[in-house]
């Protein structure tokens, strides 16, 4: 992963996939590695000014790699499709890897 980027999570509270993302985040990330922030999302307003299209949502340089063009924002659970096409509440490794190098 390159050093200049910027990462960040962003949930809704008590969010029940969190876990999973820091937990595959952990696992591509470097040893020794930062723990990712998570800021918690509890209103529309907020979701739309920080960009959550859903919890959890990653950042990366504050644009969200895994948001179609023109994707609402919002607070409420979001969906991944993961490579081998099961539907899955965080990317899995493979598509992180593919973001973050």
């Known amino acids: 992963m390159e050093a200049t980027r910027e990462l960040r999570v962003l949930a809704v509270p008590d969010c029940p996939n969190l876990p999973l993302l820091l937990r ?15 800021q918690v999302v509890t209103n529309e307003a907020d979701a739309a000014r920080c960009g959550m299209h859903g919890s959890p949502t990653l950042l990366v ?3 969200d790699p ?20 099961r539907v899955e509440g965080a990317p899995d490794i493979d598509q992180l890897r593919a973001v973050l190098g």
């Open 66 to 85: 895994f948001a179609p063009p023109g994707a609402a924002t919002g607070v409420a659970c979001r969906i991944y499709r993961s490579t081998d096409g």
């Open 24 to 38: 595959r985040l952990a696992r591509v990330l470097p040893a020794g590695a930062a723990p990712v922030p998570v």
């Open 61 to 63: 340089d504050g644009e």
